[in-house]
Every structure is written in structure tokens, then in C-alpha cells.
């Protein structure tokens, strides 16, 4: 199970950036959002269009995965 502290931090982070909760998802997949969700030993980055994933890239590092997720909501 993944440490649910790396996503409660990441929402602090992004809550400090103005980014509203509106337009990202952290751990599970919401629809029209930008997501990160860590599956199968691979953090996924993504944007949940109509259950679609949409410029889905897959990072085996966290810390790579949460730069390209803060650029797309910057």
C-alpha cells in the first residue's frame, strides 16, 4: 500500500501553489482532471478526459512524476 503521506504532502504543496483541488486528483482517477496515481509499481501522469486517458506518461520515480504533474497545473 502506498505511503498515503507522499499524497497528502503533494496536496499541501499544491493548496501553497493556488492551484484549486478542482482541477487535479491524487491516488484515484477523477474525470476532467489531471491525475497521479501510483499503479503497478508506476506512477502514472495523465488527464482524465470522459474516462479516457489523455498525454498518459509513466514514471518509475516519484519525484519525476510530481514535476511533470505541477507543470501541467501550472
Given amino acids: ?9 503533494l496536496a499541501s504543496e499544491l493548496e501553497e501553489l493556488g492551484i484549486p483541488k478542482s482541477s487535479f486528483s491524487l491516488e ?6 489531471t491525475c497521479l496515481i501510483y ?17 498518459l506518461l509513466e514514471f518509475n520515480n516519484f519525484d519525476e512524476a510530481k514535476t511533470n504533474f505541477i507543470g501541467r497545473l501550472i
Avoid: A, C, Q
Avoid at 28 to 33: V, W
Fill in 28 to 33: 484515484h482517477p477523477r474525470n476532467e482532471r
Fill in 1 to 9: 500500500m502506498m505511503n498515503k503521506s507522499i499524497f497528502s504532502n
Fill in 39 to 55: 499503479s503497478e509499481g508506476k506512477w502514472l501522469v495523465y488527464y482524465s478526459e470522459r474516462g479516457g486517458l489523455t498525454d
